[in-house]
């Protein structure tokens, strides 16, 4: 087993004073004697698929137009992001994925691994583009024909048409099937009317709403000769050429936010508005002149399912614009926490740099191991995304599977980023709460995302009810001989589990050093068997509890749902976390060179066990690990960490950042200065012989 052969027995350096203070760690390979990584091979695999991309838009972005200037006012920030947007234009910057007959290169992989690298820039910009060109102009492409594409893609293209993408609701946000805005067709003028009936159906937090918008793709529902054919998309103008509401439409400023101020949200209501017959864009379903529906896809669900995942890219985008936050947070305070010294280990010693306290490892080692793995399978995630909007796999079950990984990934990368710059903020102390150095500000910009294109735990049902369905399936044409047999194999797991018959040969190796138990016991294949062994046992026993449901009144059916929801969104989580963990070790296994090999495996393990540790009360209440080996598991991460910290600069280098896109004062060698001039003038101080003499006598060794 690759992982096995080249784990060495102890870690790189483990020396630590006698009174038990803080290690003195080597800080670098060189100094620990091991084998550098090699950072630019590293570089080049986080970059992924779209490298070269990313780099275009990373050397587009060392410009400082594009940059947030911080202390803007509300109303500056958003001229400043529109203004942005045109370099955008002028930059060539927002063509990838549109037709190559305007000048696009449909390169819709590329396109969405460009945009999320303007989240170093200014979150707001890279949000305020996506609204534009990748739900506005994406909603024309994807859901109209070539009429509208002729007609206004050009436009949306060269930002001649700004425009908002009004789906959500006040009243409903996630439940796009339930919004209130209704377009009825009127045959006498061949026009829809769009009326937004009450107050929850105003169309509200839409970017370049409340003021650069001139025109809206407006979700509503269909209704013609007495029917409603479902949530359908209507290209809408908002304003005249003096940047004034058209007749019949009004809207709000949303005001000041909790981040994201550069972008222009706003709320929309449209009072018997009407428009074209043509203005319906019409891929997946049509009107006639008089009033006649028509779809090729005749199952209202599966048009409703097909036309909203048309639109997926914006969930991709936010996956991996959160994944870089991360990596750009944790480049700052790691970077920081190799150069900042702080207390000494009462032995008379210099102060310690932060990074050797086992705690700082802890706190930032993991969230490094998880943001490579969110990296990792968002780039696997994108090959699939472009893979079916290209058209070389494009299939139903394919377009499924796009939705079920955006709906698990999404989900977990915006809560990891909030939670790495919250941890990377507080490692920095008080100069992480400084505005300059970046992270305050990325922790409220990237706040909403969680939020943004689906509500986390919304999503993470979808993925749950994704996962029972497809649990189902194996049993679909089974005989009742086939199902008792799984049955009493279900029955039998669950008694080898829990009746404490472990795993991994865990009764004899339990009593003999539990730390190096764990590290024979979990390498590669068992983390994967017990990462993939939980997601089986939680959707078997989730589909065993909601099994009667086909016989209860539909009341019942959804108080019984309902009583397992949090179960439900717990197994879609542990079946994100196997996605990543298996992109991981994709990643690993394809990396050439044995001593970058090395270390990517152990940061795969660190972020396995890490996994393992956060869901530990399971597996020991379901007796996948005994209470020794679990014991184990968070002694050995420690061992890790410590393993991986003469790395850390390394792996956070490798994310290829430049001090153009880092822009935090306390990540620029700053910091190391300050340390180099206090350690001088102390030295001097102490060979002029005029030091004072401490009144405290320091710990003899």
């Known amino acids: 087993m690759a992982d096995a052969a080249v784990r ?58 594009f940059w947030r200037v911080d202390g803007l006012s509300m109303a500056e920030h958003r001229e400043r992001v529109l203004s942005q947007l045109h370099l ?5 910057a927002v063509h990838r994925a549109f037709p190559k007959r305007f000048g696009g290169s449909e390169d819709n992989g590329g396109n969405i691994a460009g945009f999320e690298e303007l989240v170093v820039a200014d979150p707001s910009l890279q949000i305020k583009s996506g609204v534009q060109w990748g739900l506005f102009g994406a909603a024309v492409l994807q859901l109209g024909t070539q009429e509208h594409h002729d007609k206004w893609l050009p436009g949306i293209m060269s930002l001649e048409i700004p425009g908002a993408f009004a789906m959500t609701e006040t009243g409903h946000g996630s439940d796009v099937a339930a919004i209130g805005t209704t377009a009825t067709y009127d045959p006498e003028t061949e026009e829809f009317v769009i009326n937004t009936p009450f107050r929850g159906a105003w169309k509200d937090y839409l970017g370049n709403a409340a003021l650069h918008g001139i025109a809206a793709t407006v979700f509503a529902q269909l209704i013609t000769n007495g029917v409603n054919h479902g949530v359908h998309c209507f290209y809408v103008p908002l304003r005249d050429d003096n940047g004034d509401f058209l007749p019949g439409i009004g809207g709000e400023d949303d005001g000041l936010k909790g981040g994201l101020n550069g972008i222009d949200n706003g709320r929309l209501h449209f009072d018997s508005v009407r428009v074209p017959r043509t203005n319906l864009l019409n891929r997946y379903g049509d009107v006639a002149p008089d009033g006649t529906y028509s779809s090729e896809i005749a199952s209202p669900g599966r048009r409703f399912f097909t036309m909203l995942g048309t639109l997926v890219q914006g969930r991709i985008s936010l996956d991996g614009a959160a994944s870089w936050g991360s990596a750009l947070g944790l480049y700052i305070a790691i970077t920081y926490g190799n150069q900042r010294r702080q207390f000494d280990s009462g032995l008379g010693t210099p102060e310690v740099v932060l990074l050797d306290y086992g705690k700082h490892q802890r706190r930032l080692l993991p969230r490094l191991a998880t943001t490579y793995a969110h990296i990792f399978a968002h780039d696997e995630f994108l090959q699939k995304f472009d893979a079916v909007f290209s058209g070389v796999t494009d299939t139903d079950d394919d377009r499924q599977d796009l939705e079920t990984l955006a709906a698990a990934l999404k989900p977990l990368s915006t809560w990891h980023a909030l939670d790495t710059l919250q941890e990377a903020r507080e490692a920095c102390g008080g100069a992480g709460f400084l505005f300059e150095n970046r992270l305050v500000g990325l922790r409220q910009d990237l706040d909403i995302y969680a939020t943004f294109e689906g509500d986390n735990n919304v999503l993470l049902q979808l993925v749950g009810k994704r996962l029972l369905s497809d649990y189902g399936r194996q049993f679909k044409g089974k005989d009742a001989k086939a199902l008792a047999a799984f049955a009493v194999g279900q029955t039998a797991g669950k008694v080898f589990h829990g009746a404490g018959l ?20 979990l390498r590669a294949d068992q983390q994967h068997e017990l ?32 009583a397992n929801q949090a179960e439900l969104i717990e197994a879609a989580r542990a079946h994100g976390e196997l996605l990543m963990w298996e992109a991981f070790t994709d990643a690993v296994n394809k990396t050439q060179g044995e001593s970058t090999r090395t270390v990517l495996t152990w940061l795969r393990d660190l972020f396995g066990l890490t996994v393992v540790e956060k869901h530990l009360a399971w597996y020991l209440i379901n007796g996948r690990l005994s209470a020794q080996r679990a014991a184990a598991v968070s002694s050995y991460i420690d061992r890790l960490c410590l393993r991986l910290r003469p790395h850390a600069q390394d792996l956070v280098d490798a994310f290829g950042y430049e001090p153009e896109h880092v822009r935090a004062p306390i990540a620029s060698g700053a910091e190391q200065a300050r340390q180099d001039e206090a350690a001088a003038y102390y030295a001097e101080l102490a060979a002029s012989g005029r030091a004072p003499v401490p009144e405290r006598k320091p710990a003899k060794k």
């Open 502 to 521: 472990r795993q991994f040969g865990q009764a004899v190796s339990d009593f003999g050093s539990t730390a190096r138990a764990v590290e024979r016991g």
């Open 88 to 92: 955008l234009v002028e930059n060539k």
């Open 531 to 562: 990462l993939a062994g939980r997601v089986q046992q939680m959707v078997a026993d989730l589909a065993g509890r909601l099994r009667p449901a086909a016989k209860l009144s539909p009341e019942e059916a959804a108080a019984l749902f309902n």
């Open 8 to 65: 060495p027995t102890t870690p790189a350096e483990d020396k630590r004073t006698p009174a038990g203070g803080a290690p003195t760690a080597a800080h670098t390979a060189a100094e620990a004697s091991e084998a550098q990584i090699d950072v630019t091979a590293v570089t080049n695999l986080l970059l992924g698929t779209w490298a070269d991309t990313r780099r275009t838009a990373r050397e587009m972005i060392k410009d400082p137009a």
